[in-house]
């Protein structure tokens, strides 16, 4: 069946622009998490959708990133602003719910040049 | 905030060889463990998981993994590595009640035929 899917898979932008990554999920999943990874480290939890709603947000490093889910299956990570510290793997993962297996996606990598 | 511990970051076994890889973590409460694997080109995905009950946990692939609570530990095994185990393998962790997953640095496991 089809997995976590993620557009696009890389990214390249100028610093000072703003970019949009997205997040298809298993169907049927209800949780959702993004996390960013940086080279040589693992993932690092950015947020958490339960349904529509942000569950956690906290990961999230400053007012820069914001994540929508507004149907409860797609999700949007959008990043204003884009600094070169932003560049890194986005991945996504989704979940029957908030203890339950996470399925990852292929990320998306972004260089901000 | 959680901490996640990989000591060992690059190893390299001959096939057949058996495998340990260090996981360490810092909370002190109800955790819920995880580790992940990640092969070349592919997606991260679940090798094995820990909720409660019996602290040793087998997985997929012949791996399986001890959780000492005692030493905060939850290190993952095989008694004899193949070729096709060369990846990057995450330790991660759960606060039982969090919505947050903390994943530590990884380690690269090469296996030499």
């Known amino acids: 069946g089809a997995g976590v899917s993620q557009t696009p898979s890389n990214k390249v932008t100028e610093k000072g622009k703003y970019v949009e990554l997205r997040c298809d999920p298993i169907?049927?999943?209800?949780?959702l998490y993004w996390y960013r990874q940086s080279l040589g480290q693992g993932p690092e939890f950015l947020i958490y959708f339960q349904g529509t709603g942000a569950a956690d947000d906290s990961g999230l490093p400053n007012d820069r990133f914001f994540a929508v889910r507004p149907e409860g299956s797609v999700s949007t990570l959008k990043i204003q602003r884009t600094e070169r510290g932003d560049s890194a793997v986005y991945l996504c993962?989704?979940?029957?719910?908030?203890?339950?297996?996470?399925?990852f996606g292929p990320g998306t990598r972004l260089t901000v040049l | 905030a959680q901490s996640v511990s990989q000591h060992n970051h690059h190893v390299i076994l001959s096939e057949a060889a058996s495998l340990e890889l260090g996981c360490n973590y810092s909370y002190g409460g109800t955790v819920n463990l995880f580790w992940y694997v990640q092969y070349p080109g592919q997606h991260l995905q679940l090798l094995l998981k820990?909720?409660?009950?019996?602290?040793l946990v087998k997985g997929i692939k012949g791996f399986e993994a001890e959780f000492i609570k005692s030493k905060f530990s939850f290190n993952l095994r095989k008694p004899s590595v193949q070729w096709s185990d060369t990846a990057e393998y995450f330790c991660a962790v759960n606060e039982d009640t969090g919505n947050q997953f903390y994943f530590g640095t990884g380690t690269s496991l090469t296996v030499i035929p």
């Open positions: 169907s049927g999943h209800t949780a």
């Open positions: 820990y909720f409660s009950g019996d602290p």
């Open positions: 993962a989704s979940s029957l719910g908030p203890q339950a297996t996470q399925y």
